[in-house]
């Protein structure tokens, strides 16, 4: 974004895009956490019911993790 572009967005919003930016950041960041806590949760619900063996349950929560660090890592890129 060039510096008339910035100015004018913080001139008519009152506040600067690295901040709007921040913010989505933050509250994306927040839903991708508790989606994977929830995933977290289907997980361990289904390896206590015997749905899920050990195995399994490892390489789901393994996959739950790269998931969402995946997903923060793409949304702090962008």
Known sequence: MNSAIANGFQAGAGFGASSLRLMLLAVLGGLAFAFAAW?????MEAYRSNELEVDESIVSLACVALLCVLIVA???WA
């Open 39 to 43: 995933l977290v949760g289907q997980v």
């Open 74 to 76: 793409v949304l702090g």
